[in-house]
């Protein structure tokens, strides 16, 4: 198969599909592998790296979309790229569709095999290929929060494990998932005073007991919600329901009774958002205030740490990519039930459930999709 990666263009986006080692391991099986020129340059993996390893190069992104069988990204498609993509192509890649009616309408057209990271699921029932960014996100949660804390950056002037003497920061974390733990564990380390907030009481006992006390778990309530809220220095979004829309948790009344100075950090943003004043940001204008309340709503959280973040990803979807590669699509879909889970389009139909109830279009099932 003829594998290609183009270069991100989403704003401030560094990460890259495909390592050069990961590259090496898919010409090792026998697969063609194209690069558009500098793809990873700024992240430390030049051309050079790229061709040792067993790739061409190639100048634009349209000779990779225009030659490739497969494309391997990192976030999802930009109008311009979804344009670029053809019946019969694989794309695989973040998609995010459930708050985004145009890139969907834009997939469907384009009648491409689109398979999204977020939605790949394995036997333990987790989501393997979003755990890494999740947890990227959820430890840079804790740091833009703590930075948005400070007065000069628009916060109320608090250090968030405070000092002797003086208290620290309230951090409420609403999801004890990926993003919550790791948020909790950094807030923690940083000497602040956290709770979190999730709906499972036996995820509330593995909290307790992973964190050994140190943190409040708190069964969460619409009630319990607004009262740590409102005692809150720093809040971080950090729920999700696979593939679909993010629920709205903080509502506008809430928000506008937090504290003058606090801040909001939704990584939840890429489906949606989970504040009611939540909109897409991006790292070159990472804030905005409403009511007084700072809002960090960063899309692409993880590609403020593009090396990390691109290492991690690749740790988890190199295998997947293989078996699409070696096996082809329709096969490795069909013999892996987790696998088929990621198909969110193919040739025109929507395939996850979540997306078409998101947008109110029709969707058919993955597995007939495939075989019709």
Same mark, same amino acid.
């Given at each position: 198969?003829?594998?290609?990666?183009?270069?991100?263009?989403?704003?401030?986006?560094?990460?890259?599909?495909?390592?050069?080692?990961?590259?090496?391991?898919?010409?090792?099986?026998?697969?063609?592998?194209?690069?558009?020129?500098?793809?990873?340059?700024?992240?430390?993996?030049?051309?050079?790296?790229?061709?040792?390893?067993?790739?061409?190069?190639?100048?634009?992104?349209?000779?990779?979309?225009?030659?490739?069988?497969?494309?391997?990204?990192?976030?999802?498609?930009?109008?311009?790229?979804?344009?670029?993509?053809?019946?019969?192509?694989?794309?695989?890649?973040?998609?995010?569709?459930?708050?985004?009616?145009?890139?969907?309408?834009?997939?469907?057209?384009?009648?491409?095999?689109?398979?999204?990271?977020?939605?790949?699921?394995?036997?333990?029932?987790?989501?393997?290929?979003?755990?890494?960014?999740?947890?990227?996100?959820?430890?840079?949660?804790?740091?833009?929060?703590?930075?948005?804390?400070?007065?000069?950056?628009?916060?109320?002037?608090?250090?968030?494990?405070?000092?002797?003497?003086?208290?620290?920061?309230?951090?409420?974390?609403?999801?004890? +998932? *990926? #993003?919550?733990?790791?948020? !909790?564990? /950094?807030?923690? %380390?940083?000497?602040?005073?956290? =709770?979190?907030?999730?709906?499972?009481?036996?995820?509330?006992?593995?909290?307790?007991?992973?964190?050994?006390?140190?943190?409040?778990?708190?069964?969460?309530?619409?009630?319990?919600?607004?009262?740590?809220?409102?005692?809150?220095?720093?809040?971080?979004?950090?729920?999700?329901?696979?593939?679909?829309?993010?629920?709205?948790?903080?509502?506008?009344?809430?928000?506008?009774?937090?504290?003058?100075?606090?801040?909001?950090?939704?990584?939840?943003?890429?489906?949606?958002?989970?504040?009611?004043?939540?909109?897409?940001?991006?790292?070159?204008?990472?804030?905005?205030?409403?009511? +007084? *309340? #700072?809002?960090?709503?960063? !899309?692409? /959280?993880?590609? %403020?740490?593009?090396?990390?973040? =691109?290492?991690?990803?690749?740790?988890?979807?190199?295998?997947?990519?293989?078996?699409?590669?070696?096996?082809?699509?329709?096969?490795?879909?069909?013999?892996?039930?987790?696998?088929?889970?990621?198909?969110?389009?193919?040739?025109?139909?929507?395939?996850?459930?979540?997306?078409?109830?998101?947008?109110?279009?029709?969707?058919?099932?993955?597995?007939?999709?495939?075989?019709?």
């Amino acid at each position: 198969m003829l594998i290609g990666v183009p270069k991100e263009i989403k704003n401030h986006e560094y990460r890259i599909g495909l390592t050069p080692d990961s590259v090496k391991e898919l010409v090792r099986n026998g697969h063609q592998v194209i690069v558009e020129t500098n793809g990873g340059a700024s992240i430390g993996f030049d051309n050079g790296q790229y061709e040792a390893a067993g790739a061409e190069i190639v100048a634009t992104a349209q000779e990779v979309f225009e030659r490739a069988e497969m494309v391997v990204k990192v976030k999802e498609p930009q109008p311009n790229e979804c344009e670029m993509l053809r019946e019969g192509q694989v794309l695989f890649t973040y998609l995010h569709l459930a708050p985004d009616l145009r890139q969907t309408e834009l997939l469907v057209k384009s009648g491409a095999t689109c398979i999204a990271y977020e939605t790949v699921t394995d036997n333990a029932g987790t989501l393997p290929l979003l755990a890494p960014m999740s947890e990227v996100a959820g430890r840079m949660s804790i740091q833009a929060g703590a930075h948005h804390l400070e007065k000069a950056q628009g916060g109320q002037g608090v250090l968030l494990g405070g000092v002797p003497g003086v208290a620290p920061a309230k951090v409420l974390v609403i999801g004890g +998932g *990926v #993003v919550g733990t790791n948020a !909790a564990y /950094m807030a923690e %380390g940083m000497g602040a005073d956290v =709770t979190i907030l999730d709906r499972s009481v036996p995820r509330l006992r593995e909290l307790d007991k992973e964190f050994g006390g140190r943190i409040n778990c708190v069964y969460s309530t619409a009630a319990a919600v607004e009262q740590y809220a409102l005692e809150a220095d720093l809040v971080v979004g950090a729920v999700l329901i696979p593939g679909a829309a993010a629920p709205r948790l903080l509502t506008r009344d809430i928000i506008s009774r937090m504290k003058n100075g606090s801040v909001l950090v939704d990584v939840a943003i890429d489906q949606g958002g989970c504040f009611e004043t939540s909109k897409a940001t991006t790292h070159e204008e990472p804030t905005y205030v409403v009511d +007084g *309340v #700072v809002h960090y709503c960063v !899309a692409n /959280m993880p590609g %403020g740490v593009a090396r990390t973040s =691109t290492m991690a990803l690749n740790n988890v979807t190199l295998p997947y990519a293989i078996a699409l590669a070696n096996k082809g699509a329709k096969e490795a879909m069909l013999e892996d039930q987790h696998l088929l889970n990621g198909l969110n389009v193919h040739k025109g139909q929507i395939t996850y459930d979540a997306v078409g109830v998101a947008h109110d279009l029709p969707y058919v099932d993955a597995a007939e999709a495939l075989n019709s």
